[in-house]
């Protein structure tokens, strides 16, 4: 084959590290059509555009295996959040949450709430919610989920008990019109109210399209602290019964009783490997964030308050000094805080660590994209792993860093023909420096863009440089059919 010798985008002299955990090294890469057409010396060839990356690192944009960015890809299209990371990629749907299928004026049950769905132009099927997608591209790819809360939230009338055989086959009937259109999988959040009372069987009575497409079972355990061994076993559970790979989300042991525990969990997740599909993912913070909850076990460390649709002017502040000035307890506050979202400090850094040193385990950002303080994961995961964690900490080498938020997740997830840097794949690519890369989003100014992400490319279009956003919203929907061709 001869190689053309001009291209849309050149991207000189950069050091690539290409998603597979090979060591790096120096090469040019030239694109066109949204493709990755060579890397290699391509000394005298032209481009209609040309990036010097001398001193820089290039690598495969950044896949973000968990977000709740369902409605955000529509309605904030740009994700400069995401973007200033270098993440071309996310994944939607996750803990049991997703914006279809829901039904118009419809109530949102905590943690649906967290979706910040608008009450008209909801999608009513999975297919309408890919379609709009679609029609109005946002700047990141698409590989969306459904999610199981969502499916009771729409067919039960009641959410505190299990769901009955008909409710189950309703369910079903959702998941099956979600894998044809394109979903590449499940989740669930057994861990929240709307789904705390889903037996295992529901789950797999539910989940059984699943199996014919080996799409994903992704989960937000049951259990996160004291029950932590037996949330693991009824994931394995759930995977071995549909028969598909099952993705252990934001992997975690929560609460002073239960620091220390991911030294257990570990081994049990790797064993666990031997015999099925099995993965799991983290975000790199010792705080957690979801919806504002009223428990004594989630209000028992520092809360800091994300939003609330009540006192949106709370958003920033300790649940401690709130409760203080209204004279309440914690409880009380937070329950009029309600509906809201907070971050919860509940992890021990030791465990954190030893997660995401975990060779397995891949990089998400759990990221929730509402109110004006949240949690600094949202803007600062990627580039705190590459810079905090891997240069600053010496945690694991950098190209292991980029494989566990590229070739790594899209293998787990099936994304075809993207993650790592090689010719004829989708040309999703990220440009930074490896010197000087780190996060600078904190807890008290959570909105700030990384400082060395120097250009953001999807799908072969420029769309952030120089700490600027191009305005291009050239992301594609990436469905199941797309990734079993391969
Ligand atoms: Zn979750
Ligand atoms: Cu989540």
Redesign the pocket.
């Known amino acids: 084959m001869t190689i053309p010798q001009h291209f849309d985008l050149l991207i000189r002299n950069g050091t690539v590290i290409d998603g597979t955990k090979a060591p790096r090294f120096t090469a040019d890469v030239g694109i066109t059509a949204g493709r990755i057409v060579t890397i290699g010396d391509l000394g005298s060839a032209t481009a209609a555009q040309v990036i010097d990356a001398t001193d820089l690192i290039v690598a495969p944009g950044f896949i973000d295996s968990?977000t709740?960015d369902d409605q955000a890809v529509l309605s904030h299209a740009t994700m400069p959040f995401k973007v200033s990371q270098g993440v071309t990629t996310v994944v939607t749907g996750?803990?049991g949450i997703s914006a279809a299928p829901l039904r118009e004026g419809m109530d949102l049950p905590m943690p649906l709430s967290l979706l910040d769905s608008p009450a008209e132009g909801r999608f009513t099927s999975f297919a309408a919610y890919l379609d709009a997608l679609r029609a109005a591209p946002s700047s990141v790819n698409v590989a969306a989920m459904v999610g199981h809360s969502t499916l009771r939230a729409l067919t039960m009338d009641d959410i505190d008990r299990p769901a009955s055989d008909d409710e189950i086959a309703a369910m079903r009937a959702h998941v099956e019109e979600a894998m044809q259109a394109g979903a590449i999988g499940l989740s669930t959040g057994t861990f929240y109210p709307a789904a705390t009372k889903a037996t295992t069987e529901e789950i797999i009575e539910v989940s059984r399209p699943l199996t014919s497409r080996k799409a994903l079972y992704v989960t937000?355990m049951r259990d996160e602290s004291d029950q932590i061994m037996e949330a693991l076993e009824e994931t394995f559970a759930i995977g071995r019964a549909l028969d598909v790979p099952v993705v252990v989300?934001?992997h975690k042991a929560m609460h002073k009783a239960n620091f220390g525990k991911t030294k257990l969990t570990l081994p049990i997740i790797r064993e666990a490997m031997k015999h099925q599909c099995v993965s799991l993912d983290c975000y790199p913070y010792t705080a957690g964030s979801?919806a504002l909850r009223t428990d004594r076990g989630m209000l028992g460390g520092r809360v800091l308050i994300a939003s609330s649709e009540p006192h949106p002017e709370r958003a920033g502040q300790d649940l401690d000094d709130i409760a203080a000035e209204w004279g309440v307890d914690k409880e009380e506050a937070a329950r009029r805080l309600q509906p809201g979202s907070a971050i919860y400090f509940i992890m021990d850094e030791d465990d954190v660590q030893r997660v995401l040193a975990f060779d397995e385990t891949m990089i998400g950002s759990?990221g929730i994209p509402l109110g004006t303080r949240p949690h600094p994961r949202l803007w600062g995961t990627f580039p705190r792993v590459l810079g905090h964690y891997s240069r600053d900490m010496g945690l694991f080498p950098l190209e292991t860093a980029v494989w566990k938020m590229t070739g790594l997740t899209a293998r787990n997830f099936g994304l075809h023909e993207r993650g790592t840097l090689k010719a004829g794949h989708h040309a999703d690519l990220v440009i930074f420096d490896a010197a000087c890369v780190r996060d600078t989003a904190s807890y008290e100014r959570p909105d700030t863009p990384a400082e060395g992400i120097d250009a953001v490319i999807v799908n072969g279009t420029l769309t952030w440089q120089h700490g600027t956003h191009t305005g291009a919203r050239h992301g594609q929907v990436i469905t199941r059919r797309d990734t079993t061709k391969a």
């Open positions: 968990h709740h996750n803990c937000h989300s934001h979801t759990d």
